[in-house]
């Protein structure tokens, strides 16, 4: 069931997805009704229910029928999972632009100004926002640690030197020009659960030399809440699950797989995951019951590896019941592909290829003066700025190496002043600052 | 007992992108304290013997070359130098706004020299500039407010920072600290001491650790200012206020949040206003003024922790904090920091509910406390003086007396302060909009 279609050219559609979450929904409409900068008329929204089974509907019908949201369609589907969702909305839209919003993410008021401002140039980018926590004092451990990752992510995508990746790609607020979306082939309905879709489309929009951009002033306010330990399990199991596809569809990602490394501190984890079902749930009762009594009695710190732990096994779980063993995990693993770049820091490290930022996991074989220094291991995709990154590594891996190239060439890695001459720099502490102004 | 005899020892800073010298004269001086930077990064201190008041250049050469660390960090340093170019280890391009808030109470003359150093802080290129707010405490003369005068004349010069006098009458440094950050308009306050000196790098190199959102507060390296007599040379030995060279992220998912105090302290940090103001971090139940002596300034970053935001310590943003030159005054400090510690833990205990301030109590005691009692039971040349190990020792069983009574003496303050504003407001007028509130804040704009 559905509004009839909207014939007026809009100016930017808007797609939310969303599973039995009525009251979020309506949070998000009440933020688009709120936008500043754009009529309203000139907004389309699609409202894809996925299988909805409570009153979202009512509620849809109810804002439709109030005029306040002139562009305001929803669709009621089967459950398909939020990629197929996405996906129709997407066709289904009419504006050029399409904007992505997750149902919990609520846009703050120049939200769709500021996504229209970027596309404005007409060039071929997707507008990477931030979908901020929404932080309260006395949040639970829980949400103050999610609220620090995606913080310490949307921080680290607008750094200095530093170029958004397939993995900033992330569909809770972001926008694209619908035929960059229409020509990437779309969200891939193959990724039903929880996580992988956007990263699969980010991927191969930036295959298509679509740019990434991230501004932190597209902002979005995110309602997140503890989903409890059993909907946590099943989330990263999902995640496993979407590691698979993601790495059977793109094999250049799968060195920057998290499957691709284990987790020393959670080793044993992975082994239960990998062996017998019946230990791996008596496991799970008790540290499930062990991270309750570490949370009431305010133990962080082992609450914090009981819940690393726990999603360590869910991850690894969901990687067991995609592949079957770990003789097919092994096999999944040996499958993936590395390419090894060569650089040449005699003059400096200089900013790498684009095509480096889009496959993001490469072995660089590090040569100085025509001698090679050796091969430094970048083992995913880079989320720091990529220069100082590669400085780091060659200053971690191969610093004696360089040190003894410098030696047998007479190159001095130290700038000529250090300590020579004749006067001592007392420098700051200097005693003038206690003299009267 | 065979106590070590007071070393006079000259404190000073070398920067080995500059020329070192053969000789350094050091009349008068057994020893010599030296920071060792480059292009102003801490990387090393050393501590090293004068003999004939000589030192040479090559003994602090040879010092650096054999301290492992500093070795890592210069060839580490070095590579990314060159393979970067000179802005290798630059701050980051934006920084975001900040004011210095220094809360005084009747020293005019630390005050003028911790001006002094104030006026001679540089912000990153392109950064903005900033703001000082002096704080003066309940004062009992005008001292503070006329050489804040004199410098305002200076702040008229292009370039220097804003400079703000501010009075809180009521008494005590976490009042003092509240005051400031409501006064300041940074989105960053940086705080020190008035017996510190700030180094001219400061300010930049204590806000490059927030340009991530998840860091709540930021401290520093805090350094003598100067060893000249025996009880500066004491409190050294007591472990000063260094927290160490090697840069520290501290997190509540890894790290005990009682023991906030291992982070730094309230001479050399920063945290953001929004959090000062809006979280009230600074609970005025504790630090000086109150009983409790010390401990406001780690209960702010206890605060922080829980609340999952990280504390960084970065021992490139130095300061040099002029320590006490008379023994008195150095027993009531080691004695405050002792109360306040424990008035603070009890604190997280009897209002938290944190548990882990027990284990806190514990593990101080057992590395810090039963170490000087050991030391001094053993006669061990590094030992105390008893009377310094006794003050510490009382202060572990005064702390939590001295936190209930200083709660006690705050709820009737409260108390006596809500009654007397029913009194005098009129009918309709809101607590906040009280006549009296104005009274308590004055303030002289440059």
């Known amino acids: 069931m559905s509004a009839d279609r909207a014939v007026r050219p809009f100016a930017l559609s808007v797609v939310v997805p969303s599973y039995n979450r009525r009251a979020s929904v309506e949070m998000v409409l009440h933020g688009l009704a709120a936008q500043r900068g754009v009529q309203l008329a000139d907004i389309e929204i699609i409202v894809m229910l996925d299988g909805s089974t409570d009153d979202s509907a009512v509620m849809l019908d109810a804002w439709v029928r109030s005029g306040r949201l002139p562009g305001l369609r929803w669709h009621l589907r089967p459950n398909a999972g939020q990629a197929a969702a996405r996906d129709y909305g997407a066709r289904d839209a009419v504006a050029d632009v399409l904007l992505f919003l997750d149902d919990d993410v609520v846009p703050e008021p120049d939200l ?36 620090g990752w995606w913080e310490g992510r949307y921080a680290s995508r607008v750094l200095r030197g530093r170029r958004p990746c397939y993995l900033d790609f992330c569909a809770g607020n972001v926008s694209l020009r619908r035929t960059d979306y229409l020509a990437s082939g779309g969200f891939d309905p193959a990724f039903r659960g929880y996580g992988g879709e956007d990263y699969d489309l980010g991927y191969r929009l930036m295959q298509q030399g679509v740019h990434l951009v991230a501004d932190r002033r597209v902002r979005a306010m995110h309602y997140h809440a503890f989903p409890g330990y059993d909907r946590l399990r099943r989330i990263r199991r999902q995640e496993g699950h979407a590691d698979v596809v993601l790495g059977r569809k793109h094999l250049g990602l799968r060195a920057g797989l998290r499957l691709m490394k284990g987790d020393q501190e959670a080793d044993r984890m992975i082994r239960v995951a990998f062996t017998s079902a019946g230990l791996s749930v008596a496991e799970i009762r008790t540290r499930t019951v062990w991270a309750v009594l570490c949370a009431r009695l305010g133990a962080r710190m082992r609450w914090s590896t009981q819940l690393n732990m726990l999603l360590t096994y869910a991850y690894w779980r969901g990687l067991y019941e995609s592949l079957g063993s770990w003789q097919a995990l092994e096999e999944f693993r040996a499958g993936a592909i590395v390419p090894i770049h060569t650089v040449d820091i005699s003059g400096g490290i200089d900013e790498p290829p684009s095509d480096f930022w889009v496959n993001g996991p490469s072995d660089l074989r590090v040569v100085v003066g025509g001698d090679e220094l050796g091969i430094v291991r970048i083992p995913g995709p ?16 191969l610093a004696g190496p360089l040190w003894m190239w410098a030696d047998r060439t007479g190159t001095s890695l130290l700038p000529s002043s250090s300590w020579t001459g004749a006067t001592v720099a007392t420098a700051t502490r200097s005693t003038d600052a206690t003299a009267a102004p | 007992m065979s106590q070590m005899k007071f070393q006079r020892t000259r404190v000073f800073d070398v920067d080995i992108a500059h020329p070192l010298p053969d000789i350094l004269e050091m009349q008068g001086y057994e020893y010599a304290h030296i920071l060792v930077r480059w292009e102003t990064r801490t990387l090393c201190t050393l501590h090293l013997p004068c003999p004939n008041g ?23 340093r070095a590579i990314r130098r060159w393979l970067l170019g000179p ?50 405490n309940a004062p009992a003369t005008d001292a503070a407010e006329r050489v804040v005068l004199e410098y305002q004349a200076i702040v008229q010069q292009q370039g220097k920072p804003a400079l703000r006098y501010v009075r809180e009458e009521r008494p005590g440094l976490n009042w003092a600290r509240a005051c400031g950050a409501r006064a300041a308009s940074g989105e960053i306050v940086a705080y020190t001491d008035d017996d510190v000196v700030v180094d001219r790098h400061w300010i930049t190199r204590i806000l490059e650790p927030f340009a991530d959102g998840r860091v709540g507060a930021v401290t520093g390296l805090t350094m003598p200012f100067e ?31 009682t023991d906030a105090g291992a982070a730094g302290a309230g001479a050399n940090m920063a945290l953001r206003r929004a959090l000062v103001v809006d979280g009230q971090l600074f609970e005025v139940e504790l630090d000086a003024g109150t009983v409790t002596r010390t401990g406001g300034d780690t209960y702010a970053m206890y605060r922080l922790l829980v609340e999952g935001y990280q504390v960084i310590y970065t021992p490139d943003a130095i300061v040099w904090h002029k320590h006490r030159r008379e023994y008195g005054p150095l027993r009531d400090t080691l004695y405050g920091y002792s109360v306040g510690g424990f008035a603070y833990l009890t604190r997280c205990l009897v209002s938290h509910g944190d548990l882990r301030a027990l284990g806190s109590m514990v593990t101080w005691i057992r590395t810090d406390h039963a170490r000087h009692l050991y030391r001094l039971l053993r006669r061990r040349p590094h030992a105390l003086p008893r009377d310094l190990v006794l003050a510490y020792w009382k202060g572990v069983f005064i702390g939590p007396f001295a936190y209930l009574r200083s709660r006690r003496t705050e709820r009737r303050h409260r108390a006596m302060d809500a ?25 002289t704009s440059p």
């Open chain 1, 112 to 147: 769709v100004a500021s996504h229209l401002a970027w596309h404005a140039s007409g060039t071929h980018i997707a507008v990477l926002g931030d979908c901020e926590i929404v932080r309260e004092p006395g949040n639970g451990w829980y949400l103050q640690n999610v609220w």
């Open chain 1, 382 to 397: 880079v989320l720091s700025p990529l220069r100082a990154t590669l400085a780091d590594r060659v200053a971690d891996s």
């Open chain 2, 54 to 76: 000589i030192l040479r250049g090559q003994a602090i050469r040879d010092a650096v070359a054999t301290d492992g660390y500093a070795g890592w960090l210069i060839s580490d």
């Open chain 2, 87 to 136: 802005d290798a280890l630059a701050s980051p391009a934006t920084q975001p706004s900040w004011s210095v808030i220094v809360c005084t109470r009747d020293r005019p003359v630390d005050l003028r020299r911790c001006l002094g150093a104030l006026m001679a802080l540089e912000s990153a290129p392109g950064g903005a500039c900033g703001e000082i707010v002096v704080v003066d």
């Open chain 2, 227 to 257: 060893i000249e007599t025996e009880s500066q040379w004491l409190f050294e030995r007591y472990g000063g206020f260094g927290r160490g060279l090697r840069r520290r992220v501290f997190d509540a998912n890894w790290f005990r949040a």
């Open chain 2, 419 to 443: 009654a007397l504003r029913r009194t005098l407001a009129p009918p309709g007028l809101s607590g906040t909009d009280s006549p009296l509130q104005p009274e308590l804040h004055a303030e």
